[in-house]
């Protein structure tokens, strides 16, 4: 099964340290999006990429977290001088063309210390 | 602007009985309407979309939601739930005629099914 995958699953920082999370998308999905799921709450939408292209960028993304998705394929999520506050789930999503299903990863779990 | 509302957080429900999940959306234009479910320590899992036509659709493992434009709901149901239904549903809404598809999410609803 070549569904989303993420890396690492679990992540243990401390208060200000970086961190980096990847994720691949299911292969010749164009469209990947990332989202945020505190305890108790839904998912949120943080942003979207239409192959390369960073096509929106939700206002929770401070300019402490940056996406890149340099060939279209896998994505990666940086947040830089991390807080407690990031501690969430973050999930990763890809789908095809027109109203295609998004499909989930199975979600980076941040803890910050 | 879209938005979701799940206003039970929680549903305890024996084996074998009927459940429905409430599901309110708020939007000014037309919308897509998505119940995903989440088992424990899993990823979310899409359970049935509407997008158009008619407005009952129906999950391979029984459960169904109808798309109620005049009372804005999208209540999923099904008539005789198993333990391994228990797990997390969200209800997400994206905005309709637009293949972007963010979704909106509601809050959840955890389903407990017990013996």
């Known amino acids: 099964d070549t569904g989303v995958s993420q890396d690492p699953r679990h992540k243990i920082t401390k208060r200000g340290q970086n961190v980096t999370f990847r994720c691949d998308p299911i292969?010749?999905?164009?469209?990947l999006y990332w989202y945020r799921q505190t305890l108790g709450q839904g998912p949120e939408f943080l942003t979207y990429f239409q192959n390369e292209a960073q096509l929106e960028k939700s206002r929770l993304l401070s300019d402490r977290f940056s996406a890149e998705r340099p060939k279209g394929s896998f994505s990666t999520l940086e947040i830089q001088r991390t807080e407690q506050g990031d501690s969430a789930m973050y999930l990763c999503?890809?789908?095809?063309?027109?109203?295609?299903?998004?499909?989930f990863g199975p979600g980076t779990r941040l803890t910050v210390l | 602007a879209q938005s979701v509302t799940q206003l039970d957080s929680q549903v305890p429900v024996f084996e074998e009985a009927p459940v429905e999940l409430r599901c309110n959306y708020s939007s000014s234009v037309s919308v897509y309407l998505f119940w995903y479910v989440q088992y424990p320590n899993q990823g979310l899992q899409l359970l049935l979309k509407?997008?158009?036509?008619?407005?009952l659709v129906k999950s391979i493992n029984g459960f169904e939601a109808e798309f109620n434009k005049s009372q804005t709901s999208f209540h999923l149901r099904k008539p005789s739930v198993h333990i391994s239904d228990t797990a997390e549903y969200f209800c997400?809404?994206?905005?309709?005629?637009?293949?972007?598809?963010?979704?909106?999410f509601g809050t959840g609803t955890r389903l407990l099914v017990s013996p």
């Open positions: 509407y997008l158009s036509g008619s407005t």
């Open positions: 292969s010749e999905h164009n469209r």
């Open positions: 997400a809404v994206s905005r309709g005629n637009t293949g972007f598809q963010k979704l909106v």
């Open positions: 999503a890809s789908a095809g063309g027109g109203l295609d299903t998004q499909y």
